[in-house]
């Protein structure tokens, strides 16, 4: 099982800058594959950003030139970089990364606490 953590996240005024974490742990660990996800008051979890094993990232249309994903993978952490956040940034951000197909979390893979982002209008 892998155990993911996320933290950075904070209020922060429009405009400015967050870098939220994940730090995954467990037996054989890793974020070879890991993607970013946001959960807004009212609305459904959504993909920010994703990394596959072989390095290809992809970001939805709003992340697009904002935010960064990055990996390091000898920390086994995976980093979003989120520059000139916007009120409509405000969510919860999810850390997830796939589960093997034996593991009672195969279907939605495994996923951290969240951690809080807060943009004030």
């Known amino acids: 099982q892998v155990q993911l953590v996320e933290s950075g996240g904070g209020l922060v005024q429009a405009g400015g800058s967050l870098t939220l974490s994940c730090v995954a742990s467990g037996t054989d660990a890793t974020l070879d594959a890991a993607a970013w996800y946001r959960q807004a008051p009212g609305k459904q979890r959504e993909l920010v950003a994703a990394i596959s094993s072989d390095g290809n990232i992809i970001y939805e249309d709003y992340a697009e030139g904002r935010f960064t994903l990055s990996r390091d993978n000898a920390k086994k952490t995976l980093y979003l970089q989120m520059n000139d956040l916007k009120s409509d940034d405000t969510a919860v951000y999810y850390c997830?990364?796939?589960?093997?197909?034996?593991?009672?979390?195969?279907?939605?893979?495994?996923w951290g606490q969240g951690t809080q982002v807060t943009v004030p209008s």
């Open positions: 997830n990364t796939p589960a093997p197909y034996w593991s009672d979390y195969a279907d939605v893979g495994y």
